[in-house]
């Protein structure tokens, strides 16, 4: 515990990718071990203004569905792994930048090694590699079979 009583910190970066159901087991599991709490964070963007138009909206994004998926994802990695102190967050912004922010005064950031997003050939997600020079904790970057998790693939 810090000197104002509170827990410490563990942020992680959730996306719905093998990476991030491995990277939420790996901060549940870390958290449990160091007596902190679980701040897990998804970020979206919509597309911004075009020419003269108003700003585009992404009119199959749904915020209401999308905290959704991100507690279903969260509820299945904590049946399977445990319960800790957890809060979701659904950040409007870029990844990278939410999850920068957020480690503000975290123990750890834990992110996986690629999400969703980017080049398969990449070994290493811009996200993580943005969040590995810039965060302002550690960075804990998980790989999808990192634990040896049979669910790891298709949590």
Known sequence: MDSSGRLPRVVVGVDGSPASYEALRWAVRYARLAA???????????PGAVG???PAVD?????AQTRRVM???????LLQVGEVPLEEHLVRGGAAQALIAASAGA????VGSRGRGGFASLLL????Q??????????VIVRPDATGDDEAAGA
């Open 130 to 139: 943005q969040c590995a020079v810039h965060a302002s904790c550690p960075v």
């Open 125 to 128: 997600g811009s996200v993580s």
């Open 71 to 77: 507690t279903d994802e969260i509820q299945k990695v």
């Open 107 to 110: 123990k750890l950031l834990v």
């Open 59 to 63: 009119v199959e994004f749904d915020e």
């Open 36 to 46: 902190a709490t679980v701040d897990a964070v998804a970020a979206y963007e919509l």
């Open 52 to 54: 003269w138009s108003a």
